[in-house]
């Protein structure tokens, strides 16, 4: 009788542990999960911020560059001909055409 118990609590026993055990595990790999999801998100959100940074400092150096290049042609239109005669020559040549017929009004 008494074998009969320490056999049916040691059964018990291993089956707790092996409960406890299963159950860290899953615990484990949850939060190994949610600290990988963490980090990507915090990669991204300094990936963004990186993005919107230099799209700023794109934006603040076209808008120098007009506001420069008006008052340079504004001055001069010698240049600014040859600058719509060279822009010109440089959108055809991306066309890739062997024949272009331009229309001007």
């Known amino acids: ?4 118990f320490t056999v049916q609590s040691e059964k018990m026993i291993q089956a707790e542990k092996k409960r406890l055990n299963d159950q860290m595990l899953k615990d484990l790999q949850i939060a190994e999960r949610d600290l990988k999801i963490e980090k990507s998100k915090n990669q991204n959100k300094e990936r963004i911020h990186r993005m919107r940074r230099t799209n700023e400092l794109v ?3 076209q ?3 007009g506001v420069q290049m008006a008052q340079r042609l504004a001055n001069n239109e010698g240049e600014y001909s040859e600058l719509l005669k060279n822009l010109l020559v440089q959108g055809l040549i991306k066309l890739i055409e062997p024949k272009v017929t331009l229309r001007c009004r």
């Not at 009788?1 to 009969?4: A, R, S």
């Open 1 to 4: 009788m008494d074998t009969d």
């Open 59 to 61: 934006e603040s150096l």
């Open 63 to 65: 808008a120098e560059a």
